[in-house]
Structures are given as C-alpha cells and as structure tokens.
C-alpha cells in the first residue's frame, strides 16, 4: 500500500498545500459549528480544534519538505489536470514559492494554538475561515498563472473578511465595511491589469508573459507598463504602501488578536506578488518595459517606512502602534526589492521572514498584555500594573527590540544586509538614512509603549491573571518569539537559502525550460495574442505528462 | 462611428457612474457601485479578446472563431463578483444593525465619536 501511495504522494505534493486546508475546510464545516459559549469546552468544540491543530502542523511538515525539495534548486511543475502550459493552470514551486509556504504555515501552527485558549469560541466557524485563508495564501504563494493568482486572492480575502468580523461589535463592523469595499475596488483594477497582460501578451501564465514581454515593441511595452502599474496599485495595497496603506491601522488594530496576527502574512502576499510580477516578469531582460517600475517602488518604499513609523509614535493604542509597525516593515522589504538586485531581493527576503514572525507575535503580546490591564485594555495610559510584568515585559523587550533592529537580534541581521547590499547603488544615501532614522524612531515608540505600560503604573493592586492569560496563550506567544530569535541562529542558513532563491527568480530560461519544455521557451514562435487568422491556430507542442 | 469607439465610451461611462457611486457616503450606493464596476470590467475583460464579428463563439472545424479564452476568464470574473457583492450586502445590513446607521462610518455625519452629539 506505501509503495503506492509514495510516489502518488511526491507527485501530487505541490497541489497538498492548497488541498489539504481545503478538505480540511470542509470537514470542518461538515462538523457544524453551534458558536457561542454554549458550545464552549464541548466535546465538538474539542474535536474540531483536535482536527485544525492536527491539519496545521500537517501542512508546516509539508511546507518544510518543499522546502527541503526547493533547496536543491528544482523546479517542481505541477500542471493541474495534466493540461500543458501556457495553456492550462500550472503550479510553480521554487525557492521563494516553498520559503513562502513555509512562512505561512510556521505562523499558522502557533497562531492557531493561541485561537484555541478562547477566541475560536467566540463566534462560528473560526477554523472554517482559517483554513480557507491558508488554502488561499498558499495558493497565491504556488501558482504560476496571473488569473489563478487573482482567483486565490479572492479565496484569501473572502476567509479575510469573515474573520476580520470574528467576535463582532461596532468597530470590527465598520473597519469590515471599509475593508471589504476597499478590496472589491483592488479586484476589479486587478482584473483590469490581467486583461490588459493578456490583451497585449495574449497570455497570464507567469513564465509565459515573462518571454512574451521581452518581444514586444514599445507601443506595446508602453500598453503592459501600464497594466503592470495597475497591478501594482492592487498588491500595494495588499501590502499597503504609501498612500494605499491607510486602511491598514485601523483595519487590524479592530481585528481579535490571532486574526491581526495571520494578517500579517497576508501583507507579505502583496510584496510576494510584487516580487513575482514587478521583479521578475519586469526585471532585467523584460525589453521595452524593463524595470518599470524602478522609479516608483523605492521611494515609495522609503516614505511607507518614514509614514509608518511617524504613526507608530503617534498610535495611542499598543495594537495600533504594532499595526504600524506592519506598515513600516513592509516598507523595509519593499525597499531592498526596489534596489533591483539579487543581493537586495536575498536581504529583503530574510527580513520579510524575520518581521512576518515579530509582527504576529508582538499582535499576540498585545492581546496579552491587554488583558491584564483591566478597562485601560491597550491604549497607551497608564493603568494599574500587570499582573506578570517580568514574562510579558522580557517578551515585549526582545519583540520590540527586533522589530526595531538592535544587535543581536534578526531584525538588524535583516536591516545590516539591506544597508550593505545598498551600498554600490546610486540610492545609497536614501536607504542608509531613512533605514537607520527609521529604526531609531521605531526604538523610540517601542520605548516609549514600554515605558508607559510596564513602569508607568498607577497604585493599585494588579489585575488578577484571569482567563485572559492561560498558559496555553503564553506559549504560544513564546514560541513565536523564539521561532523569530531563531533567524539570529540560523541566519546563515537562511541567508544562503535566500540568496540562491534571489539568483534562481533571475534565471527566466530554466523557468521557461521547466514550465514550457524544452521547444517552448524563448524561442517560440506563439500564436498570441490570438488574431483568429485562418490556419493560424496550432496545437502547443506535446509535453511529458506528469 | 466603429464598434470599438462604442465599446470604449459605454465601459467608461458605466465605469466613471460606478465610481461615482462608490464614492458616495452611504453603503447602499457604494454596493451599486461595485456593482457598475464589476460590469466594465467583465466588458473590458471581454474586449481583451479583441471584438469579433461574423465568427463562431466555439471553436469549429473550420472558420474563425472568437477568442475563447477571455469567456472563461469573465465567467470566473462574473462568478466572483457575484459571490462578493452578496457578501457585502451582508456585511453592509449587519453594519447598519449594529451602528444603527447605513453611513460608511458607522455613525451620522456630525454624531461621530468625539462630536458633542454623540450618542453611542
């Protein structure tokens, strides 16, 4: 029977990480789920905790066995239902693909863990939701054709929408309303800059469009620059960059805390499909519209971490100050992806893995220490003393000192190889000032935060540690923490990852190689963009089948 | 007058009336807007295949045919946003519920929080 289900498992793998949330999904929703406090330590509400747990840590041991496939630098193609590209769906596995899946999967675990101490409980279908966001992120992060990305965007922000809500009240409403409309007008620019792609390439498989774009002409370059820049108001604001990040704050600030935390992978699936889109298929070598988007992305990139962190010092409110936080970390990534070279794409990528981490544990802390400073809750006043202030003021110290970028922790490992890989470009000034300035700023709010919600106390005696803080919810705060101190350990490992997953997204030829076959790739001829001219329609050449 | 200046100017106006309305204060407009929107852009999808006329919509043994593709992916595009706007219909009446008011804000202009009329 193993010897069956072997090779069947190792050739379906790279589809395992959209699947298995979505049956997952479904059982889960098959189970029922009555809500409320009713059900609450039910032996339903355990079974299916039981089962989400079960199916995360799953999805984290597959993640990490792609990544350990995507080490060795293959390329695994998997076209769904065995249809050849360009003309069916094709998933995409590579180094980034399988660094990205892992990320979201290694947030997940202890995310999920947190959930199940009581917010999963406080509204229906918790899990439901959160496995059908992961079947989106991961599929965002697989797929190599444009229209499926667009398609899993929809399934992520769908489950998004829902959980914004979980646990109800005005604020999480009304921060919904302006989320879900927000997003709709992203899609449906996003579906203008696809068929402005196809229009002009006559294609949306990535690889594709990547060998297409190179052979246009600049009247039609000038037309896919400009799709491309639509495309790029869209994963601005999924990432939120300046001045598409507004919504953001308030947005995750009204979240419950595991929901705030697993949105902060869903910022990094804009910067992904920014890498995927603006860094690769118009990277070097893309002809006409080569680095379209050079001049913009930096200096946007620039004034999202200044923006950002300017309303961190400003944030009157510990979850608005982490919400930030978010805004001026994307900020930094986007700007070692801007610089355009495979040093900075290295650099901003270990720093992506490095903040998702920070960010959805300090969500986590906010909560924590929230909770044990009774009415105040987390605004910045001082409040009568919590009632652990060593364990959660050691763990805000480390998290607000990576995200901050203090030696020697990942965070400035992350931000030293951005600066250094600045340094021969003509922009280095610009990064060198706003990156330092900017983690000045950050200690200075973070300290500032501390300071007020630790020492500045009022007398009294502490909140009881109540429900809020069981240990269930400690660890899993911790064990995000560690997993971020982690990167400082294991940073050359990663760096080496990252460095050749930079160096395999510039090689178009052996994605063209993989994903088209050998007689598909730059040199082809192509019928698109399709012009129904008599005996011009011919069949793609034949392709191994799976 | 040709057919694609006819197709151009009809996406832009019900584009141009979607954002209008989006814009608007009230969520009942907004959606209508999302709607208007989805409906230029499932248009301007469609356009991408190049307008065809006298050709068969499916692929024939012989003749020209229109380019099938952009049908399939405006399928999709119109199951989606079907999908989308029922759930921000929801999401808009449940707003309304718990704020008690159908602005975008949540509150009546001039009784939001930190106004002097307030009322919660």
């Known amino acids: 029977m193993s010897d069956l289900l072997a090779p069947l498992f190792s050739m379906h793998m790279p589809v395992l990480p959209v699947l298995l949330p979505l049956f997952t999904a479904v059982i889960l929703l098959i189970m029922g789920d009555q809500g409320g406090e009713a059900s609450h330590g039910g032996p339903l509400l355990k079974r299916r905790r039981l089962l989400s747990l079960t199916a995360v840590v799953l999805g984290a041991v597959l993640s990490w066995s792609l990544v350990a496939e995507a080490a060795s630098g293959v390329l695994n193609v998997y076209p769904l239902g065995g249809w050849p590209a360009p003309f069916g769906i094709v998933l995409i596995i590579d180094r980034l693909s399988a660094l990205m899946l892992a990320l979201t999967w290694t947030v997940a675990v202890p995310v999920l863990w947190y959930a199940t101490g009581g917010w999963d409980a406080r509204g229906r279908h918790f899990h439901t939701m959160f496995h059908f966001l992961l079947m989106g992120v991961s599929g965002a992060f697989v797929t190599g054709d444009l229209f499926n990305l667009f398609v899993f965007f929809e399934v992520l922000l769908i489950a998004s929408y829902v959980l914004l809500v979980h646990g109800q009240g005005r604020e999480r409403f009304k921060a919904g309303v302006h989320y879900v409309v927000l997003n709709l007008v992203a899609s449906a620019l996003f579906l203008l800059g696809l068929a402005i792609v196809y229009g002009v390439t006559g294609t949306l498989n990535m690889t594709d469009v990547a060998l297409r774009v190179a052979q246009l002409g600049p009247e039609q370059a000038s037309l896919f620059k400009a799709g491309a820049m639509l495309l790029l108001v869209v994963f601005g604001l999924k990432a939120a960059i300046v001045p598409l990040y507004l919504w953001l704050p308030g947005t995750y600030a009204a979240a419950s805390a595991p929901v705030a935390a697993m949105f902060a992978i869903m910022t990094k699936v804009g910067v992904y499909s920014i890498i995927r889109v603006h860094a690769v298929i118009l990277g070097d070598g893309a002809g006409h519209a080569a680095l379209a988007v050079e001049a913009w992305l930096l200096p946007v990139a620039l004034i999202t971490m200044a923006l950002g962190v300017l309303g961190a010092l400003a944030a009157h409110s510990l979850s608005r100050l982490v919400s930030y936080l978010t805004v001026a970390s994307v900020g930094t990534v986007l700007a070692g992806i801007g610089l355009f070279t495979p040093q900075a794409m290295s650099a901003a990528l270990y720093y992506m893995v490095h903040s998702t981490l920070v960010i959805a544990a300090l969500f986590l802390l906010v909560e924590l220490v929230a909770s044990q400073r009774g009415e105040t809750g987390d605004r910045l006043q001082p409040a009568t003393p919590v009632g652990q202030p060593v364990l959660l003021g050691l763990m805000t110290l480390l998290g607000a000192a990576s995200a901050a970028g203090l030696p020697p922790l990942p965070g400035f490992l992350g931000k030293l190889m951005i600066l250094e890989s600045s340094a021969l470009t003509p922009a280095h000034a610009w990064v060198w000032t706003v990156v330092l300035v900017v983690s000045f700023l950050t200690l200075i709010g973070l300290a500032r935060a501390g300071s007020i919600l630790f020492w500045n106390v009022l007398p009294g005696n502490s909140q009881s540690v109540g429900a809020g803080t069981s240990s269930r919810l400690v660890m899993a705060t911790v064990s995000l923490l560690a997993l971020s101190l982690l990167l400082a350990v294991a940073a050359s490992p990663l760096k080496r990852y990252t460095d050749a997953a930079a160096a395999q997204l510039a090689d178009r030829a052996a994605y063209a190689e993989a994903v088209l076959g050998p007689i598909g790739g730059a040199a082809a001829a192509t019928t698109r963009p399709y012009r129904g001219g008599e005996g011009e329609v011919r069949l793609p050449p034949a392709k191994g089948q799976p | 007058m040709s057919l694609e200046f ?69 399928l999709t595009a119109i199951v989606i946003g079907f999908a989308t706007t029922g759930f921000v219909i929801e999401m808009a009446l449940r707003s309304r519920h718990e704020s008690g008011s159908d602005h975008v804000d949540g509150h009546e202009p001039g009784h939001g929080p930190g106004h002097p009329g307030d009322k919660p």
């Open chain 2, 6 to 74: 006819l197709v151009a100017s009809g996406i832009g106006v019900v584009a141009a009336a979607g954002i209008y309305l989006i814009l608007r204060g009230r969520t009942w407009p907004v959606v209508l807007g999302l709607c208007l929107l989805g409906y230029a852009v499932n248009v301007f999808i469609f356009a991408m295949g190049r307008l065809w006329q006298d050709a068969a919509p499916i692929l024939l043994a012989t003749g020209r045919v229109a380019d099938p593709l952009p049908q399939a992916l405006v």
